[in-house]
């Protein structure tokens, strides 16, 4: 659940004090694994589950403060955003019915955050990227009060010396900016734990990546965000572009993010790991160490190593190696943060099975993964699943290229099921979550091609904002139905609720599809704009995309008695018949705020300005659009 107990200020002396103690943990865990002082008879797994907590119109709803409280117990905690929850599961060894036990207790524990969220006037969610998340959600007022998160995001907005750039492609387009960590807080996952000894850390560490890609492209279920259509994971590209904290540089210079899959193979052990990621990434953060790591050692106790996992916490591998302690026993765990929330508690343990079996298989027929493939294959193999779903061309050992499903069906699922059988798993667990990944994958049906077949299918009738809430309806009633997503019907359009609240501030109701122009550019560019795309208004903008006019098609008609034939003279620039200063809105301006600024001073169009910069624009036309599909639907009903 990460380090909570955090110096809100670290000042240079401080982070200095702090760095001194990170070195002492790094030589005591180094101590630790020489004089072999590790739990090693073992395995575990765990987890933990993160949520979205949503309002009766199925938008963030920033209520975790009073979700803990209501729900009051241990297993629960914050995360970065008011409107995220998340719940750790109990330590499991790894043999029997482990598995359904795990997908019990997140019920139980799911069911409690429901009821807790219900008493607060909200409901829980699990889905990768929630679908109604917009940007205004993002604020820092949405962030939980919590030193740790708003040192974290003080330190690396420091650390980036600007804002945070997003862009992703798929079948739509994102780039936009924003100030803050907080885009992270779009992302929920459900992350597994895989206890090693620390003499087979390197060979297993070594296979959780190189399954890494197949396992993600079975598990995909994050394909939209802010309404777009874009990777079939967009966790994967989102997370490492929300606290990236590098700057372009002049030269090539080559720089890790602090979200990443690594550069190579492990060669012997977790301290390489510890190593790299202390000599890449600066600290962040300080807090003062709990013991004196080799006096405890001298004792015969495990050392808490506090300034290592603070460390460790604020860097974001894929799969990531953790110290942690069990009964007073010191033990490694591979943490894989790959998998996404949802979309059932079924789905969630059928995926972590499948990790779980192929991590175990592969160490019983190839021992060392680097000996059959290369890391470059496994690195692409992951980005390309993120990508692509099911529908990426993935590498494995042979020199075997083919598509993810193929993969899956033919040659990992056969493969898991041999690890699970040898470490003793529950021959009926095995069949039941393997046969979920198997029906899933056959049908080709994960959480992410149904968010966009279902969306898809409700065509454009009704506003994105109301299909996006549809889509987020229809997640929440199956699951709780408890049915895995192979066998979810599409979700329909009047799930969603109604169209009431989905109106109700401009960012609702604004086109950000624009065409703009330059002050210096001639008005003929603004006519034939006008004509070609039968709008009646042109923002103007400069090159940092701030708002510093507009040209109507009433100021052109007052421009015909004075215009100059070709060849008479230069053509005239916007400047001289654009509108300065226009009155303007903001996309968390209400709507009747909007529609009666409109209405009272007879305009038909009021630019949307977020931060200085256009964003959007809402017209009379749009407004008139919506009141008709409104006035239908009232009818219909």
């Known amino acids: 659940m990460g380090e909570h107990d955090v110096r809100p200020e670290s000042e240079a002396e401080e982070i200095r004090v702090f760095l001194k103690h990170l070195l002492n943990d790094v030589r005591a865990f180094e101590m630790m694994l020489t004089d072999d ?3 090693r008879d073992i395995r575990r797994i765990g987890a933990e589950q993160e949520l979205f907590l949503v309002d ?11 979700v803990l409280e209501a729900v009051a117990d241990p297993h629960f905690t914050t995360e970065l955003a008011r409107f995220n929850l998340e719940f750790n599961l109990d330590p499991q060894v790894f043999g029997g019915t482990c598995l359904s036990a795990m997908e019990w207790q997140v019920g139980e524990l799911l069911g409690k955050a429901r009821e807790a969220a219900r008493r607060c006037g909200g409901d829980v969610l699990m889905t990768g990227i929630l679908p109604t998340i917009v940007k205004s959600d993002l604020g820092l007022e949405n962030m939980t009060p919590n030193p740790r998160y708003l040192a974290l995001n003080e330190a690396m907005t420091r650390l980036k010396g600007g804002a945070y750039e997003f862009y992703l492609t798929g079948v739509d387009e994102l780039h936009l900016h924003h100030d803050s960590i907080m885009v992270e807080a779009c992302n929920t996952s459900f992350q597994v734990h895989f206890q090693v ?37 967009t966790r994967v590209g989102l997370f490492q572009q929300s606290i990236d904290t590098r700057r372009s540089m002049p030269h090539l210079r080559e720089q890790t993010p602090r979200v990443s899959f690594g550069k190579n193979w492990v060669i012997d052990s977790a301290l390489e790991i510890f190593r790299e990621d202390i000599g890449r990434f600066r600290a962040l953060l300080s807090t003062e160490p709990d013991d004196d790591p080799f006096e405890m050692i001298a004792q015969g106790r495990a050392p808490s190593l506090k300034a290592l996992r603070l460390h460790n916490s604020t860097v974001y591998r894929w799969n990531r190696v953790c110290y942690g302690i069990s009964d007073g026993k010191p033990h490694l765990r591979i943490e894989n943060r790959i998998l996404p929330s949802g979309p059932t508690p079924r789905d969630e343990v059928a995926n972590a099975a499948f990790w779980f079996g192929l991590v175990s298989g592969c160490i019983v027929r190839y021992y060392d993964i680097t000996g059959h493939m290369s890391f470059d294959d496994a690195h692409a193999n992951f980005f ?14 042979g020199d075997v290229l083919a598509p993810a499903d193929r993969l899956i069906l033919d040659e990992l699922l056969p493969l898991a099921r041999e ?45 994105l904002a109301e299909r996006l809430a549809a889509v987020t309806a229809a997640i929440s009633a199956r699951q709780q ?16 609720g109604g169209w009431k609240q989905h109106y109700l501030v401009v960012e609702h109701c604004m086109d950000t599809d624009l065409f703009t122009v330059a002050e210096t550019e001639p008005v003929e560019l603004v006519a034939n704009l006008m004509v070609w795309n039968n709008i009646r208004h042109v923002m103007v ?24 034939p070709e060849g008479s003279g230069s053509p005239l620039p916007v400047s001289a018949i654009m509108k300065r200063d226009p009155v303007t809105v903001t996309p968390e301006t209400s709507t009747v705020e909007a529609i009666d600024l409109m209405r009272s001073n007879g305009w038909s169009c009021l630019p949307v300005i977020k931060d200085g910069r256009l964003v959007g624009v809402v017209t009379e036309n749009q407004l008139m659009t919506i009141a008709g599909q409104l006035l239908e639907q009232q009818l219909r009903e």
């Open 37 to 39: 002082l590790f739990e």
């Open 56 to 66: 009766q119109h199925w938008r963030p709803a920033p209520i975790a403060t009073e």
């Open 197 to 233: 000894a620390p003499h087979e850390f390197a060979r297993l560490y070594n296979i959780a990546q190189a399954v890494a890609g197949p396992v993600l492209a079975a598990a995909v279920n994050s394909p939209l965000l802010f309404g777009k259509r874009l990777w079939q994971e």
């Open 384 to 397: 390309a699943a993120a990508a692509h779903g099911l529908g990426a061309q993935l590498h494995w050992v």
């Open 419 to 463: 690890g699970l059988q040898a470490s003793r798993i529950d021959g009926g667990d095995i069949d039941l979550y393997l046969g979920t990944i198997e029906e899933r994958v056959a049908s080709r049906h994960t959480g992410a091609q149904w968010q966009i077949i279902s969306l898809g299918a409700m065509g454009v009738k009704a506003p």
């Open 481 to 496: 139905d408890g049915r895995p997503v192979a066998t979810w019907e599409l979700a329909t359009l009047d799930e969603g």
């Open 541 to 564: 903008e400069d090159a940092d995309h701030r708002l510093i006019g507009m040209v109507s098609q009433r100021a052109l008609i007052k421009l015909v008695g004075a215009y100059h």
